[in-house]
């Protein structure tokens, strides 16, 4: 006890692991101000010449030995999501049933290009899925492959701006039944930032869920993202335009001939390191 208050009272930054992995040390060294290296801009800078790039992987055919069906519908998540980043500045790259390998150097390949003239990016990932991972044509990749190759260590001219990924992928086989309501309807970059920093993740579902998709108009989650963003995207931010999809596709229900299938709800889920608002409007 008297450890713990001698730490306390000198005002170290601990961790709250056990102890650092190859490392006598029982606490990190002493950390510095909170605000010394952050700017207290509000909101991210989206006036560079070019809003930036938006990678969309549109995968519908899979190879028959992994079991994955025909994903029906995904052409109209993918034209839907195409036109909307055109809307909003984004030069689109639209890529159709990429394996694995085709994914990764597709994502390497953008990571090393020149940012310093973009806003922002943005990857939209249309796919089976499970927890922590996206199908590619042949089988499964994991996401944080992916995404960790545009941290700020390994793409620098990204680094302080918005790295957004939205993702259409089951997360696991979990059903939601729903439940009965009675409620009604910069140009002075600071020097240091963690690496994990601005990055946004919106998932379709939940973790551990399935996630919708209609085989004739698309997905519940694209679709309600791309008409919340043609609503929204010159006057609200960038997660209040979110909690707005979540609330719209929270109004959905599954149709299926199967009983275990029908009737069923879906919530998107929202993971985000972004430490600024996103405004798409300068």
Not at 115 to 123: D, E, V
Not at 180 to 198: H, K, L, N, V
């Given at each position: 006890m008297a450890d713990l208050k001698a730490g306390l009272q000198s005002g170290e930054d601990v961790t709250d692991a056990k102890s650092f992995i190859g490392s006598e040390q029982k606490n990190p060294p002493a950390g510095k101000s909170m605000d010394s290296e952050i700017l207290p801009d509000d909101r991210y800078?989206?006036?560079?010449?070019?809003?930036?790039?938006?990678?969309?992987?549109?995968?519908?055919?899979?190879?028959?030995?992994?079991?994955?069906?025909?994903?029906?519908?995904?052409?109209?998540?993918?034209?839907?999501?195409r036109e909307t980043f055109i809307t909003l500045g984004y030069k689109v790259k639209l890529n159709n049933d990429l394996k694995c390998e085709q994914i990764l150097s597709l994502l390497k390949n953008v990571?090393?290009?020149?940012?310093?003239?973009?806003?922002?990016?943005?990857?939209?990932?249309?796919?089976?899925?499970?927890?922590?991972?996206?199908?590619?044509?042949d089988g499964p990749l994991e996401l944080k492959i992916l995404t960790g190759l545009f941290k700020g260590q390994r793409c620098k001219t990204l680094v302080g701006k918005p790295k957004l990924f939205f993702i259409q992928a089951c997360r696991g086989t979990d059903l939601d039944p729903g439940i009965?309501?009675?409620?009604?309807?910069?140009?002075?970059?600071?020097?240091?930032?963690?690496?994990?920093?601005?990055f946004l993740y919106a998932y379709s579902t939940a973790p551990g869920y399935y996630s919708w998709r209609n085989s004739a108009v698309g997905s519940w989650f694209i679709q309600s993202l791309c008409t919340m963003l043609k609503q929204h995207a010159k006057n609200l931010e960038l997660m209040q335009i979110l909690t707005r999809v979540n609330r719209k596709v929270a109004e959905f229900s599954s149709c299926s001939n199967r009983t275990e299938f029908d009737s069923k709800k879906q919530i998107p889920c929202i993971v985000s390191m972004l430490t600024k608002d996103v405004y798409f409007s300068h």
């Open positions: 800078k989206m006036d560079y010449p070019e809003m930036g790039i938006c990678v969309i992987v549109n995968n519908k055919n899979f190879h028959q030995d992994t079991g994955m069906a025909f994903r029906a519908g995904t052409d109209a998540d993918a034209a839907l999501i990571a090393k290009e020149d940012h310093s003239k973009r806003s922002s990016f943005a990857c939209v990932l249309l796919s089976h899925g499970d927890e922590g991972v996206i199908f590619g044509t009965e309501t009675d409620s009604g309807p910069e140009e002075g970059m600071c020097q240091r930032i963690p690496i994990e920093a601005d």
